[in-house]
């Protein structure tokens, strides 16, 4: 079968001459760094993923992702939105939905956090946070809350206890001053979203939140959106809307917390990736040692007509091909460790288990091309220099004390 000379060549002298063990060594110490920069980079990146989806499912799952209603705060509910949220891209489903801050008072405590009237659809992402009661108890003249487990815990109360709601921006006069909205709500059930909403976040029947606002009938705050991607809402709050209308997302409450987690995993990604540059300038070094090892060999391969773009291709083949094994390896190992990540950590006894949790991985395949993709680029631009060279060694030179 034909082969090019120089990738010919070039893989010969990978593989090294039985007796060069040192040769052997320096090389397949390249690959291996390559390979563990690689691997190491694939698990780390595949578990902030993890990470990042997960505290998408649970907060932005239940927050409000997006809401759109008019500039007053008071936006008229019809059965279908408005056409121009319609037409809005990456949206899945647009719910009326009334919101505000409010304070909840028990007994013995007082805790302030965000009120959220829903209206109970069956697709409703609470519902697979519920720890006891259902999203269907808030029916509508009930005056039923849902709460999430820390807040219950700091108001000292459980399913079915009395607490007090109070919305300050819907006060009105009385003689003895400004009394806010305020009324008493049993508590119907208790969710935990594994985030620190379970603090914050209070949901009602939107109509009941509607009167406790003090909207007029037929009124909500505005029109909730759920995307198919909830960090969509950076290019769609772009959108030019019509007058009187505004734009909410959630970055405003979430929007440190994430960008938080991106930097995070971003400087990871650097740290290690500096790990496969490390182990990339490696390939310098031994194809250096190996120029100089073949410099009267270079000088007969071109005394018999190999020219110089010939000769570098040899040691970038040479160089290279560590690179691309130790990068596919690297990759391939990577995903099948992330993989079992936490099978290994539970054979390890250093697992989550014991906390009711495990490590939450996702691992892109696109990701995992682009990180084994740039490993490869940087092997082949490492070998450039050595192979420019072994590129320029004169043969007379070379050849002169043989």
Not at 223 to 242: C, E, G
Not at 290 to 314: D, F, P, Y
């Amino acid at each position: 079968m034909f082969r090019p000379v120089s990738l010919f060549i070039g893989l010969r002298y990978l593989q090294g001459r039985s007796g060069d063990r040192f040769s052997q060594f320096v090389s397949y110490m390249s690959t291996a760094g390559i390979t563990i920069g690689v691997l190491s980079l694939v698990t780390v990146l595949s578990v902030m993923n993890g990470f990042e989806g997960q505290l998408k499912g649970r907060i932005l799952g239940v927050l409000p992702q997006a809401i759109i209603g008019m500039e007053s705060g008071r936006t008229p509910e019809s059965a279908t939105p408005p056409d121009f949220i319609s037409k809005l891209g990456h949206i899945n489903e647009i719910v009326p939905i009334v919101e505000g801050e409010a304070v909840l008072q028990s007994p013995s405590h007082l805790m302030a956090g965000q009120m959220v009237g829903i209206n109970g659809a069956p697709d409703e992402p609470l519902r697979e946070f519920m720890l006891s009661g259902s999203v269907d108890a808030l029916q509508a003249g009930k005056y039923r809350i849902l709460i999430g487990h820390t807040l219950a815990r700091q108001l000292k109360v459980t399913q079915g206890d009395k607490v007090r709601l109070l919305v300050t921006n819907a006060s009105q006069y009385s003689p003895i001053g400004r009394i806010p909205s305020q009324r008493n709500f049993t508590i119907a059930g208790i969710f935990n979203t594994g985030s620190d909403i379970d603090a914050q976040l209070m949901v009602t029947n939107i109509e009941d939140a509607a009167r406790l606002l003090r909207l007029p009938k037929h009124t909500v705050s505005g029109w909730r959106l759920y995307l198919d991607d909830p960090f969509m809402v950076s290019s769609l709050a772009k959108t030019q809307l019509p007058q009187g209308w505004q734009w909410q997302d959630w970055r405003a409450q979430r929007g440190e917390l994430f960008q938080a987690v991106k930097m995070e995993k971003n400087m990871m990604g650097l740290m290690l990736g500096l790990i496969v540059g490390v182990a990339a300038f490696n390939i310098i070094s031994a194809l250096i040692m190996v120029v100089m090892e073949k410099q009267s060999e270079v000088a007969i391969l071109k005394t018999q007509g190999m020219s110089q773009e010939q000769v570098m291709a040899v040691f970038v083949v040479q160089g290279a091909s560590s690179g691309v094994i130790g990068a596919v390896c690297g990759g391939l190992l990577g995903m099948l460790l992330a993989s079992n990540l936490n099978s290994i950590l539970q054979a390890f006894g250093a697992s989550l288990y014991a906390y009711g949790g495990q490590l939450p991985v996702m691992v892109e395949p696109s990701q995992v091309a682009i990180v084994v993709g740039l490993a490869v680029a940087l092997s082949v631009l490492a070998t450039l220099f050595p192979s420019y060279r072994a590129a320029s060694v004169k043969p007379a030179e070379a050849l002169r004390y043989e």
